[in-house]
């Protein structure tokens, strides 16, 4: 046995270890790879969850500009890691409540089409009034969230910046207000969602309403080094 | 011995490691593709409740039912792809259009003023290892269900003189407000209301022809168009006489719902100066009863000698009633048909919606056949002993959880003749009787409804139409922080108000009740 052991030591010392290298290095991507792709499944399913039920919230009546239905939005998305700033005492509707603490940022909108000059929608205010005919207009803008992960996505939908907007998020003349236009991007990514006819589709009527939650997270979990994990985006239209 | 071992032994980590990866991938790739597999059903699921919700909510577009199906299939269509296009997430094969296969609208086998919408999809979600052994995608089925009550609502405007600049505003927004909702199966009714409350239109299936819509197929003329604004504000009487109307066609399998509109604040109750025993006219006053006899002479002293006020008006409905459907049996009992005509000593009593010195007269009405009032044709406070301790519709004065104070003696308001006292009392009371009117529509046991609210222009009491609406929305807002006198009862139907600045926020504030309401109505 003691022989045995000698030969061993001397002849093949670090065989194992040697052995264990080449292994490895078809393991350890392969390990690593499923970590990071499960991972990101994982989250993808939760962040997909999370916003769809937002958005099934919101069409049922939740106001998100309202510190209890944001607080049942952050309890719901607890999992994610969502985050907002706590309303100080005696305030009321917040349309943008973002901190820098979290892994989350929610957009809440509600848009409508508004359609041609002669359409119901323009002539209520006056077809010559009627700035934004044949466009998509935010009547309801609401965020909430980390405001840092800004810097990683955008809303596809825009920032809504232009329009006048009240602390419930209302979008104030938003037929007349040029600002409540969708931005030139995010207008033609509608227009290529709801106004095309393939598959069956048919373009938006006038006055139609689409309400949609987008959320982005990030995944600081799995950051490597200094560069930043790609986060997960979801957007729902209900 | 040890040699040969150690000959044999070389490399095995190495073989049996390569060999293990022969099993390991394979279930490595299983649990990816299965989690693949999973995140596209979650995006299928999604799509399909969006498109269940957009179809329930196309439920209301057209002017059959035939083409409120078509609508909502539509809506089905749209909303699914928008959410799930065609190769997204590298999907094959979706299977979605509006045939009964894939979007079934159905009435409710249990609730006749119930539809039910069910949308079905498939769509197939590529494998990327286990095509290894043959197997290249997995098909996904995702099913959702959404249904969309009938909605029975009544439209209650105020038509008082202040909104007499945004009259057709009104009208505009009133009209873009039917023609959200479907013509043949929800029904809508109008009361408009100044000093009294005409018309009363019963909530019926045909409102877009009665009362005129605005919408994306097109628009029509009716009742709504007819609305001319002036006079005072009686909310509380047009309140209770909308929801009676509800109350008659009572049908608690639908969503039931009285949206106010007002400009201001209510400044005319209706009261019945009988209580049971007496009348409470004061035995200063001129005022002479059926027998032209005053208080002082002895007049007053019976129910039969009271006069039927504002004569030549009945209180029935269906002629020029001024206080129509009162119920012919105790005061303040909601009816379920018209009552017949009767007699009943009413009057309804305008006042000043503010306080001042030169602005304090409390008047009590303008006519009223036999009297001689004190304050000459302007009648006044002082012709009275008494205030009943609640309107003709039964809504209280100082009801439990009174929004305003009000000073009672024995459930009744004594008239103190002093100016102050008494407008306060008074003032406070519309206010009260108002937020009665609106918790006795949410509380009745039978029918309980929805109370939406729209304030419009800045004369309106935000803390006060909150508490109609019982709206939760608005109880960290600074109007209901500072008073604390906001309501939340999480246990009655919980509505919403909405504040509106100028007309266009009118017309906002509207759609956003209706699409309120169509929200409710899933």
């Known amino acids: ?238 | 011995m040890s040699m040969l071992l150690k000959r044999k032994d070389r490399g095995v980590a190495l073989i049996v490691g390569t060999a293990a990866l022969v099993m390991i991938i394979p279930a490595v790739g299983l649990a990816i593709d299965v989690g693949y597999v999973y995140a596209v059903k979650a995006k299928l699921q999604a799509a399909v409740d969006g498109a269940a919700l957009a179809a329930a909510r196309g439920l209301s577009l057209g002017q059959t039912t035939q083409a409120q199906a078509a609508s909502a299939k539509q809506n089905a269509v749209n909303w699914f792809y928008s959410n799930l296009p065609p190769n997204d997430w590298a999907t094959k094969n979706t299977q979605m259009d509006t045939s009964n296969q894939h979007v079934l609208v159905y009435d409710d086998p249990t609730n006749p003023q119930v539809r039910n919408v069910t949308v079905t999809a498939e769509t197939s979600a590529p494998t990327w290892f286990m095509r290894w052994f043959g197997k290249d995608a997995s098909v996904i089925r995702a099913t959702s269900n959404a249904a969309r009550r009938d909605v029975v609502a009544m439209l209650v405007l105020d038509r008082s003189g202040s909104m007499g600049g945004s009259c057709s505003a009104l009208i505009d927004a009133a009209k873009q407000f039917t023609g959200q909702f479907a013509a043949g199966r929800d029904q809508i009714g109008l009361v408009t209301f100044s000093d009294g409350v005409a018309p009363v239109i019963a909530p019926s299936t045909s409102f877009q022809t009665t009362l005129g819509y605005i919408n994306a197929m097109g628009s029509g003329t009716g009742a709504l168009d007819t609305i001319k604004c002036n006079g005072s504000t009686s909310t509380a009487e047009a309140v209770s006489l909308g929801y009676n109307e509800l109350y008659k066609k009572s049908l608690p399998g639908a969503l039931n719902l009285v949206v106010v509109e007002t400009d201001g604040l209510p400044n005319t109750a209706v009261y019945n100066w009988w209580d049971g025993a007496s009348y409470g006219i004061s035995a200063t006053s001129a005022c002479k009863d059926a027998n032209n006899k005053t208080r002082a002479a002895g007049g007053w002293a019976t129910a039969s000698s009271g006069r039927q006020w504002f004569g030549g008006q009945n209180l029935s409905s269906g002629g020029s009633s001024f206080i129509p459907n009162i119920s012919a049996g105790t005061t303040g009992s909601v009816s379920t048909s018209d009552p017949p005509a009767r007699t009943m000593t009413v009057l309804r009593n305008p006042i000043q919606t503010s306080h001042a010195t030169s602005n304090n007269t409390v008047n009590i009405t303008s006519t009223a056949p036999g009297c001689t009032f004190a304050g000459g044709t302007s009648s006044s406070i002082a012709d009275f002993a008494w205030m009943p301790s609640a309107d003709v519709y039964g809504n209280a004065i100082n009801p439990t959880s009174a929004y305003a104070p009000v000073t009672t003696t024995n459930g009744k308001i004594a008239v103190t003749r002093n100016t102050n006292t008494d407008w306060t009392n008074i003032h406070n009371a519309a206010l009260n009787v108002t937020d009665n009117a609106a918790y006795r529509a949410r509380t009745n046991p039978t029918l309980p409804v929805y109370v939406f609210t729209i304030g419009f222009s800045n004369a309106v009491d935000n803390v006060l139409l909150q508490r109609m609406a019982n709206d939760p929305g608005w109880l960290t807002s600074p109007d209901c922080v500072n008073s604390g006198a906001c309501s939340n009862y999480a246990d009655q139907p919980q509505g919403r108000y909405v504040h509106a600045a100028n007309t266009q926020e009118l017309m906002q504030a509207f759609l956003s009740l209706s699409s309120e309401v169509l929200r409710l109505s899933r």
């Open chain 1, 1 to 238: 046995m003691k022989s045995f052991r000698k030969s061993t030591n001397r002849s093949e010392r670090g065989n194992e270890v040697v052995e264990f290298a080449f292994v490895a290095i078809m393991f350890v991507p392969l390990i690593l790879g499923s970590f990071m792709v499960g991972m990101n499944i994982v989250k993808s399913i939760a962040v997909n969850h999370v916003v769809r039920d937002l958005n099934n919230m919101y069409i049922h009546g939740a106001d998100f500009s309202a510190s209890t239905y944001q607080q049942l939005a952050l309890r719901l998305a607890s999992g994610v890691n969502l985050n907002a700033p706590v309303f100080p005492s005696g305030t009321g509707n917040v349309q943008a409540n973002t901190g820098n603490t979290g892994d989350g940022l929610i957009w809440v909108t509600q848009m409508m089409y508004v359609g041609t000059t002669t359409e119901p929608t323009c002539t209520a205010v006056g077809s010559n009034n009627c700035a934004n005919h044949d466009s998509f207009v935010y009547t309801q803008r609401i965020v909430f969230g980390n405001s840092a992960l800004l810097q990683q996505k955008q809303s596809t939908l825009g920032d809504a910046a232009s329009s006048t907007i009240s602390s419930s998020g209302i979008v104030r003349n938003y037929v007349t207000d040029s600002g409540a236009r969708l931005p030139s991007a995010a207008q033609a990514d509608m227009r290529g969602l709801w106004m095309n006819t393939q598959n069956g589709r048919q373009p938006l009527s006038d006055g139609q309403i689409i309400y949609a939650v987008e959320g982005y997270f990030q995944s600081p979990s799995l950051a490597v080094g200094s560069t930043p994990a790609k986060g997960v985006y979801a957007r729902y239209f209900f």
